[in-house]
């Protein structure tokens, strides 16, 4: 069954009924300041950091789910409900919500009653507007009261969930007609607050939590609602909230619009007081005089489209295939910039107090969005290799409040070095600007250690090189991309976290995946070396790519497909040897990636055994069969029960892998399938057993071990979002960035008639129309440039040349 449906041209997915299988969210906010927001108005959010600067509290795994976000409450004559539906689960005649490019509206109504929430962040300011609309439907006259509610989180969130002994004495606010402020600590260390303001002036307010609801109350229950009358209440430690009660009158037919800012204000450290115990307001006056009439919030929200239609521009696409067409040009990107923002901090999934910037997974993150925002793509390149260490290894994740390493987890993933030459290689064949590698960039955030950004790509490459084991392959460390697969862990502690704990190193367990990642990553160093006059270092770098080959010929191949692993005694993992856990997706995918194999039928011969074991309706599982029991010498991945996360769940992730592998060896329509198989759009008529978003990708969908197999979990905050892009955009259609230019190489179902792509690259336009009458799966016949053909060497090449001038490029290729 469908909730819902894609509005392409609004770039809106549209959902019809408020009870969807699972809270289906939104993400506001572009910059520095976040919210999370959900069909039902549901969430919280945030300032740069979710978990040290949270403004609103949301409660995870919470019951009933989704309770807590920006409610309000209305009364019509008695009749009290929530026009959001949630937290009151009122009857609606009439339900919607549009979740946008960075922006939310919900519209409902009930008894003559319509209700409209337009909900974003505006460009520049630190603050969620919520511009809400009443309009009386009725023919007669009616008196409406509405409040407001959210509730304030004591900033830290960890803190704000665990440390209740102070927590319920800290709580202060302050009241100024219709503004509520925040100001927990800020008598000490803070010198913040926050605001919840409303343009018109108000009947009165609620700041303490057990005030507004009653006794034991939740909020589908608060009395002050049904009682019609705020009880101005002034939080005095406990829970501190905000809440607005406005009286609106409405003649049959009228409308009255109010506009409501939730922001966050610093001031310096000598102007936190304007009198003794009162906050400065001056930066919340600035913030709330830019938005305090309805047409000064649709200008911000109009400004705010722009951006996004602006920004998604650089890639368009169009085809018969409207799932794949919308999901590429429009969802898939916006989902990239999501993890962009956020990495894995803050999703329904992720509580945004746990895990800070992946290095992983913002190396990897990077592929899905350096084509949109090129300038923050180098600054966040330079971010991450500041946390590099001396020798080229990682910490594994940085805060990024401090853009420091973070202790707490550590480094010893040793396919992370990897990763940085991967981004630093698509920047360059984004940007042309081979000037970031002369940047000076620290190790470990040390100033004095710091070293040009090559440096940093050399300390990586030669991290792999110098970390080999008995076969030659890379030693895994802690584990590799597969962060469940902890070959030096053993570890019999319960709750004991594997990503953490005490390694021990045997120097024996070793990684085909990271072998395979060198040989995918490491020409690329090489043509990096070449490109700047380096030489002898390309040289020696191919030498070590031809080695590490070698040994994958030798040591990694197991007769019908690639080998994962060798653990600490240096038995085989992933071998038709082993009882479970015989083949892994990730090898495979990647050595093909690779293009190892291709030549001596070992490529396809892989893929083939992929598809016959790994393969399911919902996507490729990660391996098969599942483990059944825990394993020490494994770790994490056994510990999954069979089919879900890493043990033998469709860790969509590595999906793309496959379609991209398959692309190398022609398979259009195989590769398509791939793609098609974990691509949620295609799946949106199947939302109850999917349960997720139709608009984004999962980390991962049950397997088909697991008893809910189909279902998926950790929507958005996931690689799959990149590497999708990657698969679709590159090597799908083909239209991939390399040194010299803009290649073209489309591999795609034959029965694809053909698409058209518009791709901004380095300062110019291509307009790019492929047509496949042939109804081939690759193979190009020709391409014309701007009315002329390109023949010989530059047809069988097929880059598109650097143009840099401003201009439209008309480019029509024939593929036959
Ligand atoms: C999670 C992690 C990512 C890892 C993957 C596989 O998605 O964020 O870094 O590669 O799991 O374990
Ligand atoms: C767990 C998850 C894995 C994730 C890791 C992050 O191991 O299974 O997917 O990458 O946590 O710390």
Redesign the pocket.
Known sequence: MQYGYFDDNAREYVITRPDTPYPWINYLGCEDFFGLFSNTSGGYCFYRDARMLRLTRYRYNNVPTDAGGRYFYLRDEGDVWTPSWMPMKSALDRYECRHGMGYSKISSARNGLAFSQVSFVPLHDTCEIHKVTLTNESNIDKRIDMFSFIEFCLWNANDDMTNFQRNFSIGEVEIDGSRIYHKTEYRERRNHYAVWAVNVPIEGFDTDRQTFLGLYNGFDHPQTVFDGEAKNSAASGWAPVGSHHIKARLAPGESKTFVFVLGYCENHEDQKWERPGVINKKPANTLLEKYDTPIAADKALAALNEYWKSLLGRFTVDAEDKKMARMAGIWNQYQCMVTFNMS?SASYFESGI??GM?FRDSNQDLLGFVHLVPERARSRILDIAATQFPDGSAYHQYQPLTKRGNNE?GSGFNDDPLWLICGVAAYIKETGDYGILNEKVPFDNNETLADTLFVHLKRSFDYTVTHVGPHGLPLIGRADWN??LNLNCFSKTPGE???TTANYESGVAESVLIAAIFAFTGPDYAEICRRTNRAEEAEYAEKAIAKMIEAIDQHGWDGSWFLRAYDAYGKKIGSHECEDGKIFIESNGFAVMADIGINDGRARKALDSVKEHLESPYGIVLLQPAYKDYHLELG?VSS?PPGY??NAGI?CHNNPWVTIAETRLGRGNRAFETYAKICPAYREDDSDLRRLEPYVYA??VAGKDAVRHGEAK?SWLTGTAAWTFVSISQYILGVRPVFDGLMIDPCIPSSMKGFTVTRHFRGADYHITVDNGAGVEKGIKSIMVDGNYLDGEALKKAVLPVFGDGKVHKIVVVMG
């Open positions: 894995r746990g895990r992946g987890v962060d469940c976290s594997f990503q994490e999954y996360k890493e860790f980390q991962m950790n």
